[in-house]
């Protein structure tokens, strides 16, 4: 299985709204035994579209540039994406939005306190109010002068509408919370798809640089026995396009890994030109078993995307009893208590007002019928995304234990292939060398070995990413990955 292979069975398996970086086309040139086995590989798996690489959880804010080169572990990998992805900050922004309607709409509900004084010099026409001719009025009273302190207080006593828009401000501050907890395992699955993407891409140029040296020795040994007319030409040229194949395909490898890096680096929030190296190469582990109804009430429990959308059923319904409360009378209270007076000869006497309202709607033109209709509308919605997660939790639950299923049992195959394939192409060069056999047989030997390498590599990072999913599938991903991928 070749690069491309691999990109198709990991978008295979990725959780939507995920992405960390578009799958990438193997571009070099592939040996026939590689092709084939890749077009095999394609056929077998669905080709799921990747979301764009514009996504906000595969970029981030890079921290400051640290001299030298710095040793990035998984672990430390997670952290760094948890500091500094991007989409986890904006999840963090709009949940301080959230609390911050909430407030609003508290503040309706609780008392309000303001002062309010004024000091006032006045002198008035009384003809400007209509008193002319009158005796002992003058046309000009005053100059007169006095002032006004009071303290305001007002209190609603009952009003249902602000009090369900409060329960369901409170609910969507729960909601974005949720949210924020979400975002932490969508960048633990963006973290750690990155980093063993790049383990796949070292192991794969390691790989490919042993068959590179492989090929090398083929073709100097073919070399020496046509310069010794031990065998002919077409032998030595046989050699000589393999090498060349395989330089290549090395050529490839190392530019596929260039590239990864860079993607892992913009995830975690590396600075620009920032050199590293990963210390984690993920050895295979396999997991304990885990039933499909012991992981589904894992999920259920412990998806934060679940919880956020139980709390937005509740806010729908509370948003629906605050539409309704237009049609309902209201009661608030209000009262003041200050001094007033004349001056510069003061004279003050304390003055209070104290009133009750009520208000009662009569008619207001369709207005409150149509916010319940809307409020109607957004609560179905919410309860038919609400059936809908629990469904997509179902379906991810159990494509993720599948896949894991999967990718051990095709690692344990890989394993026993890529020892069948050295032999196998030991033995070939042993026949070459004792003149039974020509490169044909050696040079079939060694894409042999290069498609065994390349089916082992491609297998140990599914089984990775398998539990990466499963992490996030189980609403883990946080603390998941450390215990999957701990030393045992």
């Known amino acids: 299985m070749n690069r491309r292979s691999?990109?198709?069975?990991?978008?295979?398996?990725?959780?939507?709204?995920?992405?960390?970086?578009?799958a990438r086309a193997q571009t070099g040139p592939a040996s026939a035994a590689t092709s084939q086995n890749s077009a095999s590989q394609q056929a077998m798996v669905p080709a799921a579209a990747m979301p764009p690489s514009g996504n906000a959880y595969s970029g981030s804010v890079p921290e400051k540039l640290v001299p030298g080169v710095l040793k990035i572990s998984l672990e430390d990998a997670i952290q760094r994406g948890l500091r500094t992805n991007l989409g986890l900050l904006l999840a963090d922004q709009n949940s301080r939005i959230a609390r911050g309607q909430r407030w609003q709409e508290l503040s309706r509900l609780l008392p309000n306190l303001t002062t309010s004084s004024f000091m006032n010099d006045s002198k008035v026409d009384v003809a400007e109010y209509g008193f002319t001719g009158f005796p002992g009025i003058p046309a000009v009273v005053g100059p007169f002068a006095y002032f006004d302190a009071r303290a305001y207080?007002?209190?609603?006593?009952?009003?249902?509408?602000?009090?369900?828009n409060e329960r369901a401000a409170s609910e969507n501050a729960k909601v974005a919370q949720y949210t924020y907890k979400d975002a932490r395992d969508l960048v633990v699955l963006s973290v750690g798809y990155a980093y063993v993407q790049a383990i796949a891409d070292l192991a794969t140029v390691s790989a490919t640089q042993a068959q590179v040296n492989t090929a090398q020795a083929l073709y100097q040994q073919a070399s020496d026995q046509v310069n010794a007319g031990t065998s002919p030409s077409?032998?030595?040229l046989r050699a000589k396009v393999e090498l060349q194949t395989e330089q290549q395909q090395?050529?490839?490898?190392?530019?596929?890994?260039?590239?990864?890096?860079?993607?892992?680096?913009?995830?975690?929030?590396?600075?620009?030109?920032?050199?590293?190296?990963?210390?984690?190469?993920?050895?295979?582990?396999?997991?304990?078993h885990l039933t499909v109804d012991d992981a589904l009430s894992q999920a259920y429990a412990h998806r934060s995307d679940y919880q956020s959308a139980l709390a937005s059923v509740r806010a729908a319904e509370d948003s629906r009893k605050a539409a309704w409360?237009?049609?309902?009378?209201?009661?608030s209270f209000s009262a003041d208590y200050g001094v007033a007076g004349t001056y510069p000869n003061v004279s003050?006497?304390?003055?209070?007002?104290?009133?009750?309202?009520?208000?009662v709607p009569i008619f207001q033109g369709g207005r409150v019928h149509g916010a319940v209709m809307q409020a109607d509308a957004q609560l179905q919605q919410s309860r038919d995304q609400l059936d809908n997660l629990r469904a997509q939790i179902d379906s991810e639950v159990r494509t993720a234990l599948l896949n894991l299923q999967s990718a051990e049992q095709r690692v344990t195959v890989a394993q026993s292939n890529v020892g069948l394939a050295n032999e196998t192409l030991s033995q070939a060069r042993d026949r070459f060398r004792a003149g039974v056999t020509n490169t044909v047989e050696v040079v079939q030997a060694q894409e042999q070995v290069a498609s065994a390498n390349q089916q082992y590599i491609s297998s140990l990072y599914l089984d990775n990413y398998a539990k990466i999913s499963l992490a996030r599938a189980l609403g883990l991903a946080e603390n998941g990955v450390k215990q999957f991928f701990e030393e045992k």
């Open 250 to 288: 090395l050529i490839q490898a190392k530019n596929d890994l260039a590239i990864q890096m860079l993607t892992l680096a913009r995830t975690i929030g590396l600075a620009p030109g920032q050199q590293f190296e990963l210390t984690d190469n993920t050895p295979y582990q396999p997991l304990a």
């Open 153 to 164: 207080v007002t209190q609603p006593v009952f009003d249902w509408q602000a009090l369900s």
């Open 325 to 331: 409360a237009g049609y309902l009378p209201s009661l």
């Open 234 to 236: 077409i032998d030595g």
């Open 6 to 22: 691999i990109a198709l069975c990991a978008a295979s398996l990725a959780v939507p709204l995920l992405a960390t970086a578009p």
């Open 348 to 359: 003050a006497n304390g003055i209070f007002d104290v009133r009750g309202t009520l208000t």
